[in-house]
Nanobody
Framework: QVQLVESGGGLVQAGGSLRLSCVAS????????MGWFRQAPGKEREFVSA????????YYADSVKGRFTVSRDIAKNTMFLQMNSLKVEDTAVYFC???????????????WGQGTQVTVSS
């Protein structure tokens, strides 16, 4: 079983930046991909980004493409999400997940972190 811990959330003004981290432990090497999802109040959890763990191929939701960058440090079992040009609508709890495929389908992810709050003010 993989354990995931997110950090780096906070309060930032629109146009600002934040960098989220997700540290993985446990059965990390069984994960084919890791992803970021977010959930705003009253809304369903939505896909943000994913990365194929071994080769580093990134994937993004259209809403964040060009503003967010996903990366990973294999030696540290850590995934990052650099978020630039943040918008009010990016406000949500951000979750990282480990999965069997780098897709936008949350059903392909079997390990989830507890989430970190990102709040973007106008």
């Amino acid at each position: 079983q993989v354990q995931l811990v997110e950090s780096g959330g906070g309060l930032v003004q629109a146009g600002g930046s934040l960098r989220l981290s997700c540290v993985a432990s446990g059965r990390v090497f069984g994960a084919y991909a890791m992803g970021w999802f977010r959930q705003a109040p009253g809304k369903e959890r939505e896909f943000v980004s994913a990365i194929r763990w071994s080769v580093g191929t990134p994937y993004y939701a259209d809403s964040v493409k060009g503003r967010f960058t996903v990366s990973r440090d294999i030696a540290k079992n850590t995934m990052f999400l650099q978020m630039n040009s943040l918008k009010v609508e990016d406000t949500a709890v951000y979750f990282c997940a480990a999965g069997s495929a780098a897709t936008s389908n949350s059903g392909n992810y079997y390990g989830w972190g507890q989430g970190t709050q990102v709040t973007v003010s106008s």
